[in-house]
């Protein structure tokens, strides 16, 4: 076994590993008691995949990355390959190592905003640069190997190097053996497989954050789930009648309502009547049956049917309890069978309740000629399909059968069916709205 290379004197090397030491100890007591929780989803947008997104948020918490796309940084590129300059960054912020009273050492660093932290390594004893016997290069764009790796951490935390042992099968030829035993010694790897290290393979960002967590001897701060979207559905209809109107109102009206964990949820509790002095206009209704267009007070939020029933589909295929929903008593062919639900005041409703344990955010948007509706929540692992049987026109009326299937992360499931029958009707003018008749009965 050939031994690593040594670049730093005996009093360099004490004093690096006491600045270490007290900066653990800072750490900690940091992390402890004054670390003020993290925002769902945590710190960036790119690693909530990620196994190692717990070590990338501790090395965040305590200022040792910042992120990957100044000046927004955002985002920590978990899967790319890290570089020298930026290993020089992580280690100069994990050490809290001080300017170099002598910078410039090396000759393709000048226009690197990494330089003065790798002079500051130059310093430390941490490097001596990539071109022996000149070293008067850095290779600051050169990806860092995990033996390169083991010997920077090596000589940054002081890890001694046990005699003897020879833990991994591929290393024996690699300069950096040394140090690779001194990294499994101090129980900062296991290997990349059954043993072997990989010592020629090159070092994502996501598993230098593993690495350089166990040196500082931080515990991983996984953040609470980011919430996303966990149904969505969109509806059309024509464009600039005086029911968009009242689509787009209700729409900016319910916006970003909050439905909590176990709450019920009803658009006519939260909207209110819609009137004239909210800025709600007549369209076309169903009344006692017929289509009416515009004198009757009901007129007054025609079309709000519309947006009832695109929430009604975000929620379906959400899988969030169906407390109540009436499906019109006429069939519109704007609407998917079966999966529609109409408005009035008071009745019909449409209510859900919220049966996960995080709140879900309505957002809705528009444009002249759609409807979305979109619920974000934090995902449980329930997922939902669906089946549609029968038939329906406007004018002969029908009858169709509406099926949930919920399946739960436990194995089970849940079946629900829904069945309607529309009435027939010989004249369509269009229009479709509040008040009908009450709706499917759940079987």
Not at 198 to 212: E, T
Not at 272 to 286: D, E, H, L, N, Q
Not at 332 to 349: I, N
């Amino acid at each position: 076994m050939l031994p690593a290379p040594r670049f730093f004197g005996v009093v360099r090397f004490v004093g690096v590993a006491v600045a270490a030491a007290t900066l653990l100890l800072l750490l900690a007591g940091d992390a402890a008691a004054d670390e003020p929780g993290l925002p769902p989803g945590g710190s960036f947008i790119d690693d909530d995949e990620s196994t190692q997104e717990g070590y990338i948020e501790a090395l965040a918490a305590v200022g040792v990355t910042r992120g990957c796309n100044p000046p927004l940084n955002d985002r920590f590129c978990p899967g790319e390959f890290v570089t020298r300059a930026q290993l020089a960054s992580f280690l100069a912020r994990a050490l809290d190592l001080p300017p170099a009273a002598e910078p410039d050492r090396f000759q393709d660093v000048d226009d690197s905003p990494h330089a003065m932290d790798i002079d500051s390594l130059v310093a430390a004893g941490i490097t001596r640069g990539c071109n022996p016997p000149g070293n008067d290069r850095f290779c600051p764009e050169r990806h860092v190997s995990r033996g390169e790796m083991a010997a920077f951490l090596v000589r940054a935390f002081g890890y001694p190097a046990p005699e003897g042992v020879d833990t991994f099968g591929d290393d024996d030829e690699s300069i950096f053996e040394h140090d690779i035993e001194a990294l499994f010694a101090a129980d900062l790897t296991a290997g990349c497989d059954w043993r072997s290290y990989c010592p020629n393979r090159p070092v994502s960002r996501r598993n230098l954050a593993v690495f350089l967590v166990r040196a500082l001897d931080l515990e991983p701060m996984v953040p609470p789930p980011r919430p996303r979207t966990i149904g969505e559905f969109t509806t059309y209809h024509q464009c600039c009648e005086s029911r968009v109107t009242n689509i787009h109102l209700i729409a900016d009206t319910v916006d970003g309502a909050v439905v909590s964990p176990g709450e019920t949820w009803s658009i006519n509790d939260y909207v209110g009547r819609r009137t004239t002095s909210k800025g709600f206009v007549p369209a076309g209704a169903i009344i006692g049956g017929e289509l009416v267009c515009c004198d009757h007070p009901a007129n007054i939020g025609g079309g709000t049917s519309q947006f009832a029933t695109t929430l009604y589909n975000a929620v379906f295929f959400a899988g969030l309890e169906d407390v109540t929903h009436t499906p019109h008593s006429i069939y519109f062919a704007r609407y998917p069978l079966g999966h529609e639900a109409t408005l009035g005041w008071t009745t019909p409703d449409l209510e859900f309740r919220n049966d996960m344990d995080d709140p879900v955010t309505i957002e809705t948007s528009y444009t002249s000629t759609s409807m979305t509706v979109r619920l974000v929540g934090v995902p449980d692992g329930r997922s939902v399909h669906s089946s549609v049987s029968g038939s329906a026109t406007t004018s002969g009326g029908g009858t169709v059968t509406v099926t949930r299937n919920i399946d739960w992360p436990d194995g089970t499931a849940t079946v629900q069916t829904w069945f309607h029958r529309y009435n027939p009707l010989p004249v369509d003018d269009g229009g479709g709205d509040p008040p009908s008749p009450p709706g499917p009965t759940p079987l």
